[in-house]
């Protein structure tokens, strides 16, 4: 099995300035092409400390990926690192050179003569192309080790590991088939909970069952290798009747996604209205491509559940569309949400705990109530059922839908 790290270069990343998505998105990416990563390691922008990470993994890894430094600042080590520590110099690149006075040119730009340093290369470097932006990247033997250096850009770092990299590592080396990964994702049930029905499964070979929470939602995740599939597949739907009610989606595909296509698929428009949610629900909905006919965000108002309900009810029949979903304000005790359907509408009163959690985790535990409710609409449940660890403390079944 190939041993693959990554490198992630540059003081914004290592003191927590930035966020490292491109590490969460190359373990990731890999996974999924069964070349999970061995060890991830951040530096600084120092020459030393970069030359010195280059050739400590340069004598463990068989493959490094190293992301940063390849811009055109003073602070963009990266080439200069790579090349002394392999005691070689810096040469440049006349075609990239040319490729970034072109690049510039078309969009009525002067290039820089500080660019130019992103056309410097170690001599023994192979060049990788950036067909998205102006710093190349490039690939250098040291040692036992294969490295790979990428710009920090993410839209361009995805597009070079994609079409420059994965290739170069699938000619040069035979590699294993990817794992097999079973996704689920629930609401409503704790990690310790799902943990303790799960755990009595005697999982196959090699097969392992993972748990990943993000308030307000918990994944599922049976990987194992791909000669296990068929032991997996058969294990499966067990794992899902444990799980239960509490199953919102499967795969990565997310709730407002699939809710866009059930809507779409039944040709049902939506109309939403927001309180304590701020437009969340909009958000989310409008990004999956869902069929909004009207959303709005209203300021708190004391309502009683039947007045969230009438609420819902009414602005489903004025905006002539299939469905309204309604998020009530948080009183500092309770939130409403309602669902008006064309059999009539559905409403839930739940006891919200203001110290428990920030306030940007308790409008997304809200907005993931709502599209719940929807979801479990969409598919022929029950809607007004208990919740889990949320605490339901009211409920109204349909009643007519024009509220007369």
């Keep these: 099995m190939l041993n693959v790290e990554m490198l992630s270069t540059g003081d914004e990343v290592l003191h927590g300035q930035i966020t490292d998505t491109n590490a969460a998105w190359l373990a990731d990416f890999f996974f999924e092409q069964g070349l999970p990563l061995t060890r991830r390691n951040t530096v600084g922008d120092n020459l030393a400390s970069l030359v010195a990470i280059l050739r400590e993994r340069s004598e463990q890894a068989d493959v490094l990926i190293v992301n940063g430094g390849l811009g055109p600042t003073s602070d963009d080590l990266s080439a200069l690192a790579a090349a002394t520590a392999k005691g070689e110099e810096l040469v440049l690149h006349e075609a990239w050179l040319s490729e970034m006075e072109r690049f510039f040119s078309e969009r009525g730009r002067v290039m820089a003569s500080s660019n130019r340093k992103q056309a410097e290369i170690p001599a023994s470097a192979e060049l990788i192309d950036n067909p998205v932006g102006t710093a190349c990247g490039f690939a250098l033997q040291l040692n036992r080790c294969l490295m790979f250096f990428t710009p920090g850009v993410p839209s361009e770092f995805k597009v070079m590991v994609e079409q420059q990299i994965l290739p170069r590592l699938r000619q040069r080396f035979t590699l294993p088939e990817p794992p097999v990964c079973l996704r689920l994702t629930t609401f409503g049930r704790s990690e310790s909970d799902l943990a303790q029905s799960l755990d009595t499964l005697a999982l196959p070979e090699e097969v392992s069952m993972g748990y990943r929470s993000s308030m307000p939602i918990i994944e599922l995740k049976l990987t194992g290798p791909a000669?296990?599939?068929?032991?997996?597949?058969?294990?499966?739907?067990?794992?899902?009747?444990?799980?239960?009610?509490?199953?919102?989606?499967?795969?990565?595909?997310?709730?407002?996604?699939?809710?866009?296509?059930?809507?779409?698929?039944?040709?049902?428009?939506?109309?939403?209205?927001?309180?304590?949610?701020g437009g969340l629900l909009t958000l989310q909905l409008s990004r999956a491509g869902a069929p909004l006919l009207a959303s709005e965000v209203v300021p708190f108002q004391q309502e009683t559940l039947a007045q969230t309900a009438r609420w819902a009810s009414e602005r489903r029949v004025n905006h002539f569309a299939g469905l309204a979903l309604a998020v009530g304000g948080d009183d500092g005790e309770h939130l409403n949400f309602a669902l008006a359907a064309p059999e009539g509408t559905y409403a839930l009163r739940v006891k919200m705990s203001t110290t428990r959690h920030s306030l940007q985790v308790r409008q997304e535990v809200c907005a993931m109530m709502a599209l719940n409710m929807l979801r479990r609409w969409l598919n022929g449940k029950e809607v007004t059922l208990e919740h889990g660890w949320i605490n339901v403390v009211e409920s109204l079944l349909p009643e007519s839908p024009s509220g007369n």
Excluded: D, Y
């Design 227 to 277: 000669t296990q599939k068929a032991a997996m597949l058969a294990l499966w739907p067990e794992v899902k009747r444990v799980a239960g009610e509490s199953i919102i989606f499967e795969g990565t595909g997310g709730l407002p996604a699939q809710i866009a296509q059930h809507l779409q698929s039944r040709q049902l428009s939506i109309t939403l209205s927001e309180q304590f949610t």
